[in-house]
């Protein structure tokens, strides 16, 4: 993007301005004239809706009002005088009119237009600003409804282009809000470059959607009973326990104060008798709880996931544009140009991948969106389904009859199972080292030590669990757990090899690693622009390498995990001839690439 001092010198500006002298009382309110085009080649500026900053008001009265109200009643019962309780709610009222009028000066300053070869934005009350997208850039159009903005026919449009929010400025033009029909209009024109689509200035009319979904063949369509994947995650324990520990977070800054009132309040026995008792019936608690956790984390994970993918379609519009709508309280429309699309990754998580589901996300250009979780989010394609249906949608988007998710993968030497085999030792020695550790202190602990951690415990705890768990503990339990342990570290290491591979496809290359998260990436081969060739120390020694392609799309990095050289570099060179060529040394008397080795 650019900004309106960097690229329009003084002089400019003043043939702006001079220009826009000019059409005065011509032309509309805020229509101006291409830089270069003749007369006959204008393009007016528009503005946003103005049910935008009605629909502002309504929700922050919705919000503020009733909490006025309730601060006047509580004035008048603490006996406050009764001009000091009436203040609220005209202060509320107040600011609400403060807030429309700014409102109402944003939505006059702002502007944008559309011409054959940029979008263009005007915005600001007092800091004016003025940006900028060639159109040939731009590789996103978000169209995104929240639920308090779509009642009134609104949606925000948010345009990428693909550039790192940290290269020395935004990366996306937003307009905060415009009607569904300039929304959807300005997602049609700014994606069908060859060919703008017409409608109406004011935007009211236009294209709309019913004939954008008339043009479009339909990928994928959601089915509801895909939410039963939605539970299939790490997180469905952590969600119950990230309530535990906010609770426990809260109690800890009132120094236990906190539950001791509520205990007081309600009557209940103290820390210590709940402690007794949660000890006696440690077999039936710890299961009960664990039921518990396990409960509130599906309620929570199919909840986010009804509000995120319900009514999910997946479109492939007549220009090559892949389009995805989905949304229950927030209706989101993401539109990628179908030549921006480089690729997919099948994205498997080892519970979702235990049950049988996957999912798919996009590796392709103009989907950053300033930090990892919101381009990552950004990215998927689909809801957690069945892995054959990802598949079958994954070859979709890559539109080849032989899916590069099916080719045959190659397996990386046994030295890479080696590795982590050393690292799984190194880490089960440690953790055997810190369970003797404990089982000692805990020998030599006395019982004024324990009366110590209990009385510290409880100033964090509600009810002390951990140090009565830990007394009680046998010597040989910190054993028994280390050695579980290991058992873990090595499984992990089994499946971290089984993992790894690599393949070619005519058309793409194909990379799979990763236990607890596996992802199988299918990156085009055309759209590889340099490799990068990785070795440490203890790879040398072994023969292996991390061979990674460099690419503008997605994360910008696919990489190969401990392959072997010689292989690595086939692989590669296969992949993209000519490209690796000039690094690398073959055999005398042989132009195979078979068993090339990199320059010193």
């Known amino acids: 993007m650019t900004s309106h001092d960097d690229h329009h010198p003084d002089g400019e500006q003043h043939d702006e301005e001079q220009h826009e002298g000019e059409q005065h009382g011509e032309l509309p309110q805020g229509q101006s004239r291409e830089p270069g085009q003749d007369q006959g080649e204008e393009v007016r500026w528009e503005g946003l809706s103005t049910l935008s900053v009605w629909a502002s008001t309504v929700v922050v009265a919705l919000f503020m009002v009733p909490a006025a ?51 263009e934005m005007r915005s600001g009350i007092i800091a004016k600003a003025y940006r900028s997208i060639p159109r040939e850039r731009v590789r996103s159009v978000d169209v995104a409804a929240p639920i308090y903005v779509r009642i009134f026919g609104l949606c925000s449009v948010t345009v990428g282009t693909g550039e790192s929010a940290g290269a020395g400025g935004t990366d996306q033009l937003q307009l905060l809000y415009v009607t569904a029909g300039q929304g959807e209009r300005l997602r049609r024109e700014l994606l069908r470059r060859a060919a703008p689509a017409t409608g109406s200035p004011d935007g009211g009319e236009g294209t709309g959607e019913e004939e954008a979904e008339d043009d479009g063949t339909e990928l994928v369509r959601l089915n509801p009973r895909w939410f039963a994947y939605a539970p ?57 709880t664990l039921l518990g956790l396990l409960l509130s984390g599906v309620v929570v994970l199919v909840a ?102 099916d080719v045959p993968l190659a397996r990386h030497p046994k030295a890479a199972l080696r590795r982590r085999f050393t690292r799984a030792a190194l880490g ?83 990379v799979r690693k990763g236990m607890a998260v596996r992802d199988t990436v299918t990156l ?49 060179d296969e992949a993209v001839p000519e490209l690796l060529a000039p690094f690398l040394v073959r055999d005398q008397g042989s132009s195979e690439p078979e068993r090339p080795s990199a320059l010193p």
């Open 304 to 405: 986010t996931a009804v509000e995120t993918w319900w009514d999910y379609r997946l479109l492939r519009e007549q220009d090559g544009t892949v389009r995805l709508r989905r949304g229950l309280l927030t209706s989101v429309s993401l539109s990628v140009e179908g030549r921006r699309l480089n690729g997919v990754v099948l994205h498997e998580p080892f519970v979702l991948r235990s049950v049988g589901g996957a999912s798919i996300r996009a590796v392709a250009t103009g989907l950053s969106a300033g930090d990892a979780q919101k381009t990552e989010a950004k990215s998927r394609l689909s809801p957690a389904m069945p892995v054959r249906r990802a598949r079958e949608l994954g070859a979709a988007l890559m539109r080849e009859p032989d899916s590069a998710l």
């Open 524 to 572: 085009e081969r055309s759209s590889v622009i340099g490799w990068r060739v990785t070795r440490s120390p203890f790879q040398r020694r072994l023969g292996l390498a991390d061979v990674s392609a460099t690419t503008a799309s997605g994360e910008g990095l696919y990489t190969a995990q401990d392959v072997g050289l010689g292989q690595g570099l086939a692989w590669a």
């Open 232 to 288: 299939a995650t790490t997180a469905t324990f952590g969600v119950g326990l990230g309530v535990i520990a906010a609770l426990v977070g809260l109690n800890a800054q009132t120094g236990g104060h906190g539950w001791q009132w509520i205990s007081e309040q309600a009557g209940l026995p103290s820390a210590q008798e709940m402690s007794s008792f949660v000890m006696g019936r440690l077999l039936v608690v710890l299961p009960v």
């Open 69 to 119: 109200i309730v601060g006047t009643v509580v004035l008048f019962v603490v006996d406050v005088s009764n001009l000091w309780a009436l203040l609220p709610l005209p202060a509320t009222l107040a600011f609400i009119a403060l807030m429309t009028y700014l409102d109402l000066l944003r939505l006059r300053a702002t502007r944008y237009r559309v011409t054959p070869e940029r979008m």
């Open 428 to 510: 089960s020695v440690a953790v055997l080292a810190l369970a003797g550790v404990l089982a000692w202190a805990q020998q030599l602990a006395t019982e004024s030590w324990w009366n110590v951690l209990q009385e510290t415990e409880a100033e964090f705890m509600p009810v002390p669990l951990i140090s009565p768990s830990a007394e009680a503990a046998p010597g040989w339990g910190w054993i028994a757990v280390a050695l579980l342990g290991v058992v873990v570290a090595f499984w992990y290491a089994v499946g971290s090899y089984r993992g790894l591979a690599h393949g070619l496809h005519p058309r793409y290359l194909v």
